[in-house]
């Protein structure tokens, strides 16, 4: 009998996930909530046609109660395009990302939607859904020093 894979497991190690399916794409959404970065750490590779983030992550698999922050690479591949709404591209904008869902289109393709507190969104045109997150560095306290709160 085999024992499925815990987030304990992985506690220490750094993530690299891969997001196939809209079910994938809700844990990686589960995991980057709450993840913030500047407004010029975004890509767009045309040749490439990867769109890619490097944001701070809260380490949700560590518990609220492990103030916890990540840096890690969100890409998006297959992108025909990109369009944003609401988002400041420069180094003295934080950014806050609330989630990431697929929009399906046509034979696969669809929309890659990243919601931004305050109104903001980017919004990933792609081929096909294929999405990644990988840690980068190592993890370091949070400034705030405390989990990333919600009211209800």
Excluded: C
């Amino acid at each position: 009998m085999t024992n499925d894979a815990r987030f304990e497991d992985g506690a220490e190690k750094p993530l690299r996930l891969k997001a196939l399916d809209a079910d994938d794409l809700q844990v990686i959404s589960a995991l980057v909530q709450d993840a913030v970065f500047p407004g010029n750490e975004m890509r767009l590779q045309r040749s490439a046609r990867r769109f890619a983030i490097l944001l701070n992550r809260f380490r949700w698999e560590r518990g609220a109660r492990t103030a916890e922050r990540v840096q890690s690479v969100l890409a998006i591949e297959d992108v025909l395009g990109v369009q944003t709404q609401g988002v400041v591209r420069d180094a003295d904008t934080v950014l806050s990302l609330l989630s990431v869902a697929f929009e399906a289109g046509e034979d696969g393709a669809g929309r890659v939607v990243l919601t931004l507190a305050g109104d903001g969104a980017i919004a990933a045109s792609v081929e096909a859904l294929e999405v990644t997150l990988q840690d980068v560095t190592r993890p370091y306290t949070a400034p705030s020093g405390k989990a990333p709160r919600h009211s209800e």
